[in-house]
């Protein structure tokens, strides 16, 4: 089932005030890696969001998760500071690790494979 458009736009402002937030508790910034946020989906009733991670150069992603998880509640209490006036409820927060660009990496390196194959 497709997304409604309010479910869009709570997704969007939760994304956009995620990535700040973000920025100002230095949380963008782990173990000398990047972390910036790639997609936020949200329930039809608006109360869960689902938050995935992008993680970029960083040894242990699950340590980095384990992190936001741990900051979860103040994450959450400033997002509501910030979203009081557009959102009735803050949505639950739950961060999971987008693994995406690991699976173009993955991808490129069985064409490039492929490809030294057929020269051969």
Do not use: C, W
Request: aromatic share 8%.
């Amino acid at each position: 089932m497709s997304e409604t458009k309010r479910q869009k736009q709570v997704a969007g402002l939760i994304n956009e005030e995620l990535n700040d937030i973000f920025l100002r508790m230095g949380l963008n910034m782990q173990d000398g890696g990047m972390v910036s946020i790639s997609t936020v989906k949200i329930t039809p009733d608006l109360f869960d969001a689902r938050v995935y991670l992008s993680i970029f150069k960083v040894p242990d992603p699950q340590a980095v998760l384990l992190r936001f998880e741990e900051k979860n509640k103040e994450i959450r209490k400033e997002l509501g500071k910030r979203t009081r006036h557009q959102l009735r409820s803050i949505p639950e927060l739950k961060f999971f690790i987008d693994d995406t660009l690991d699976y173009v990496f993955k991808m490129e390196e069985l064409f490039e494979k492929i490809k030294k194959e057929e020269g051969k």
